[in-house]
Nanobody
């Protein structure tokens, strides 16, 4: 089983930056897509960015040009660099991973709060 632990959330003023990290532990055959999602109060969880094991990246339109996703396969870690933050980026950010061990599986992290003040 794979566990994901996020870190790096916090409170920042509009225009500021934060860097989220998500480390995977446990046993797996391959780690495939990893990504970040977010959920604001009263809203559904939405995709922020994903990255494949080969480095192909997908961003939500709302974060393009401001957020950068990357991963270190050797360290089993995915990062989200968030720049030019806006109050509407306030949400709980969740790490997500798709991995293979006998069959395809999916794991979510516990979430980390990001609050952007105006």
């Amino acid at each position: 089983q794979v566990q994901l632990v996020e870190s790096g959330g916090g409170l920042v003023q509009a225009g500021g930056s934060l860097r989220l990290s998500c480390s995977a532990s446990g046993s797996f055959l391959t780690m495939n897509d990893m990504g970040w999602y977010r959920q604001a109060p009263g809203k559904q969880r939405e995709l922020v960015a994903t990255i494949t094991s080969g480095g192909r990246i997908n961003y939500a339109d709302s974060v393009k040009g401001r957020f950068t996703i990357s991963r270190d396969n050797a360290k089993r870690t995915v990062f989200l660099q968030m720049d030019s933050l806006k109050p509407e980026d306030t949400a709980v950010y969740y790490c997500n991973a798709h991995w293979l061990m006998m069959y395809a599986r999916e794991t979510w992290g516990q979430g980390t709060q990001v609050t952007v003040s105006s």
